[in-house]
């Protein structure tokens, strides 16, 4: 079964706001980069919040036949980077959202209105 990146980038987004992620991200990417379509970018205030957003995110992209092509960082739980082939989710601890700023690297990218 194959899943559509925009039904992936809904299933994610749900679970990074049921693990109670704060200030989420949605940047549509398409005719940007070839990477990925989606990425997510949001952050946890600890080190347990972290793994469970990623965990959380891990569990329904399974779930929903998605293939995950990699998840590094979940030892340290600083930044989590999800990749789940059209969408990418990063998962900051707080401290780190704040130095690397990945928003504005992708500022060509539109913000994704997620209700």
């Known amino acids: 079964m194959t899943i559509q990146s925009q039904e992936l980038l809904r299933l994610a987004l749900n679970a990074v706001e049921d693990k109670k992620a704060m200030n989420v991200v949605a ?3 398409r005719g940007i ?3 990925s379509d989606f990425f997510i970018i949001c952050h ?3 080190d347990t919040q972290v793994q469970a ?3 959380e995110v891990r569990k329904v992209a399974q779930e929903a036949g998605a293939l995950i092509r990699g ?3 979940m030892d340290s739980a600083r930044w989590v980077l999800m990749d789940l082939g059209d969408v990418v989710v990063h998962i900051f601890h707080r401290d780190e959202r704040e130095y690397y ?3 504005r690297l992708w500022s060509d990218a539109k913000v994704v ?3």
């Open 27 to 29: 940047l549509d990417l």
């Open 33 to 35: 980069s070839l990477i």
């Open 44 to 46: 946890g205030n600890s």
């Open 53 to 55: 957003i990623a965990t």
């Open 71 to 73: 998840i590094e960082g």
């Open 101 to 103: 700023n990945i928003e």
């Open 113 to 115: 209105e997620h209700v």
